[in-house]
């Protein structure tokens, strides 16, 4: 048995120090801190169950103290029980099943105890359990928690099957830590794990396969487990091989990965998975020499430099790099401030924890349109107003709605004074029906700022001039799918939207000239603020030619990531009453009363400090994309901080400082989640096109290995007409490029190579 308690060293690798004794394993579980965190991981933020106190209960630490690829086994293992509901039932009766399932583990592990080997249980800091029970020491890791499953009939979570497997442990209260036996602390190692045959009937001849298995093989700093799960990911649906197409599928993906093995057999075989072998590592022989055979056959394939498909998984992992610099993970965001300014802590207050930076982001586009006649120097003297256009994305039905509430509140005020200027230009319109029938002009001082998604360009156009002649006062437009935005203007298409988005951000003038006396005709800076609603598929598909011109870029990207027992659940939000609207009038009093040129010494520091860190982050994860999106990200989260600080009465504050600079980093952290990957792809091929030069045919300005797509782009690029289709069979004819089945990309010949001098 063993208890060792995680830590981390100065370059973030985990560390072992072991727990000796009851009294010291109970001081560790017992902090305020300890305490303090796991409430907030129950009550309100699951994703903070990290800062928790780890253990490790399976391995012993490699000699320098470090975890990772430790392979001395100790003589206890730890087991996590994980419960979920089956995915038929309604939020009620999942929640009734979980309960009853939790509610029944300890009893039968503690009636099971002896024959167990039971060390240890403790409640987890979410839902299920963890145990320690003595190994058996002829059986695998995997066979222990198999065997110990069995033996108390319930599922162990078969992700934490690995001797390094680390706890998020919770507190030694008793109603937590359930039981615990002092044998535990027994740090001797287990004596034969690595060598014992696995548990198995299988033919006697079968042979473990360590050799195909080197988790720590990198290329360029990237485990080459990780390229080879984001291939399967890109190209097989995220599914591993197995019995049918484990032949081919291997095949392609040797052929795909030998360019960064150096060609070397033995380096394949270290990093190519087995996938003939048995989930407990064991493989015959026959199924080992024929693993062997087809990554030999994919090495005798004539080599062709780096394959297409091999680009685009390293490129995905460059953008997922970039998605790490924002301080975040792969599947989850930075997590938000546990400070928050007044205005922000009383507009989320009413929403459960995981929707909460959804919400404090999509209030700033209904707040910055209460300024008026207002600007904000930045660092570099360019003036700004406060222009904030939100664009959430989440998968349906997660509950995107939430915003709409306090956004609710925020508008009241301006709803109401728009009902009776659009009562006054109905009474107009009636008195005045026809273009020739006119009496008299309409009144210059109405004002509309709430903007419905159904508009003419001619009603826009005079929205737009009433706002700026009515005090500069901002548009504002809420639509439940990014696609309303398209029947803001008569034109209904989302380049439309797209120009008008740079337009705004930059408070540019737009509107119509008309020559007709009765023609609505006027031109003044766009003021227009929104937010937006949609899936992760469709903000794709939205925003597909506007990713690199600036537009995303401009936007204010939010997103909604439950954790697995949210995803089920009906969201239960607090109450908006008389007592929330009373709260908030404050803050926006201050809004509309602020006017003029606005500065704010401490916020214009932070954001050269933040510029800065942005340009060190986008070098250290090597990602363009990050730098791109990084230098309006840092403009929009120093306009919240000067909204911000103008609510709270023109007082800075540190936790405002802290929010500024999540609410940067998370809106990048969405942007790289749902559009790096395209930016980054463009950002290259961009590159690659300025380093031709002269005269040069389109076969030239492609790359070696190029798809249909990129080449009919590269066709628009130079103006040309038609599909072109013709012309690649040309090529084809000439033997200048072959077509690759597998891969669907087309490759330069060596004859063209040698044609042109390459």
Not at 288 to 294: F, V
Not at 358 to 383: M, S
Not at 421 to 435: F, M, S, T, V
């Amino acid at each position: 048995m063993s208890v060792f308690e995680i830590f981390k060293g100065d370059g973030g690798a985990k560390f072992m120090r072991p727990i000796r004794n009851r009294e010291e394993y109970l001081s560790r579980r017992n902090t305020e801190k300890q305490h303090q965190t796991l409430k907030t991981v129950r009550e309100q933020d699951a994703t903070r169950k990290n800062q928790l106190v780890e253990m490790n209960y399976s391995c012993l630490p490699n000699p320098d103290g470090s975890l990772k690829g430790s392979k001395t086994a100790s003589r206890s293992v730890g087991m996590d029980i994980d419960f979920k509901a089956p995915k038929e039932l309604s939020a009620e009766e999942a929640a009734q099943w979980l309960s009853k399932q939790m509610a029944g583990v300890p009893a039968l592990v503690l009636r099971k105890k002896d024959e167990l080997g039971l060390q240890m249980l403790e409640r987890s800091a979410t839902k299920g359990y963890h145990l320690v029970f003595r190994r058996r020491e002829d059986l695998s890791q995997e066979d222990n928690l198999r065997w110990a499953s069995e033996l108390l009939g319930v599922e162990y979570d078969d992700k934490a099957k690995d001797i390094t497997r680390v706890f998020f442990t919770t507190t030694g209260d008793a109603d937590e830590l359930l039981f615990l036996d002092d044998s535990i602390f027994d740090a001797t190692p287990a004596e034969t794990l690595e060598d014992v045959a696995p548990l198995t009937t299988a033919d006697p001849v079968s042979v473990k396969t360590d050799v195909a298995n080197d988790p720590e093989a990198e290329y360029n700093g990237v485990l080459f487990k990780d390229i080879i799960a984001k291939y399967w990911e890109l190209y097989n649906d995220g599914k591993e091989p197995t019995d049918g197409d484990r032949n081919a599928l291997t095949f392609e993906l040797a052929v795909t990965i030998r360019s960064i093995c150096g060609y070397s057999l033995e380096k394949m075989l270290s990093v190519v998975p087995n996938y003939w072998a048995r989930p407990d590592g064991s493989c015959s022989q026959e199924d080992l020499a024929e693993w062997r055979k087809t990554i030999e056959n994919a090495l005798k394939e004539p080599r062709k430099g780096m394959p297409y498909r091999l680009k685009q998984v390293l490129q995905a992992m460059k953008s997922q790099q970039g998605v790490k610099a924002c301080g975040g993970t792969l599947t989850t965001p930075p997590p938000m401030p546990k400070k928050l300014p007044p205005l922000i802590r009383l507009l989320t207050k009413n929403v459960p924890w995981f929707y909460k930076p959804a919400v404090a982001t999509a209030v700033f586009p209904a707040l910055g349109a209460h300024l008026h006649g207002v600007k904000f120097r930045y660092w570099d003297n360019v003036e700004h107003e406060a222009t904030f256009m939100n664009v959430l994305i989440g998968r349906q039905s997660i509950g995107k709605g939430t915003i709409k509430k306090p956004i609710e509140f925020i508008m009241e005020d301006i709803k109401q004074r728009d009902i009776p200027n659009r009562q006054r230009e109905q009474e107009w319109k009636q008195k005045n029906p026809g273009a020739r029938q006119k009496k008299d002009p309409r009144p210059t001082d109405i004002c509309i700022q709430m903007l419905i998604d159904n508009l003419t360009d001619a009603v826009f156009n005079q929205r737009i001039v009433d706002a700026n002649n009515n005090g500069q006062r901002f548009l504002y437009t809420i639509v439940d799918e990014i696609e309303g935005l398209k029947k803001v203007t008569s034109k209904g298409s989302a380049d439309e939207v797209g120009l008008l988005i740079r337009k705004a951000f930059d408070n540019a003038d737009a509107g119509q000239e008309r020559v007709g006396a009765d023609s609505v005709s006027g031109i003044a800076p766009l003021r227009w603020n929104f937010n937006a609603s949609t899936t992760p598929p469709n903000a794709r598909k939205f925003f597909y030619k506007m990713v690199n011109d600036g537009t995303v870029s401009r936007l204010d990207v939010s997103t909604i990531i439950s954790s697995d027992e949210d995803d089920d659940a009906e969201p239960i939000l607090g109450i908006y009453d008389h007592t929330f609207a009373q709260e908030l009038k404050p803050y926006i009093d201050r809004l509309e009363a602020a006017n003029g040129l606005i500065g704010c010494a401490q916020a214009k520091r932070l954001s050269l400090e933040m510029k800065q860190e942005n340009q060190d982050a986008a070098k250290l994860y090597e990602s363009e994309a990050y730098r791109v999106f990084s230098y309006r990200a840092n403009v929009i989260a120093w306009l919240k901080g000067m909204v911000l600080y103008v609510a709270h009465g023109c007082r800075w504050s540190r936790e405002i400082a802290d929010f500024v600079r999540w609410t940067q980093q998370y809106n990048l952290w969405c942007k790289m989640l749902y559009f790096g990957q395209q930016l980054e792809k463009e950002l290259r091929e961009e590159v690659e096109i300025q380093r031709q030069s002269g005269p040069q045919n389109l076969l030239e300005l492609l790359p070696d290995e190029f798809t249909k797509e990129q080449y009919y782009q590269m066709r628009q690029q130079q103006g040309k007409s038609g599909s072109g289709d013709g012309t690649l069979r040309s090529w084809q004819n000439r033997g200048y490029i072959t077509y690759d089945e597998v891969s669907g990309c087309f490759g330069k010949t060596e004859k063209y190579k040698k044609r042109i001098g390459g």
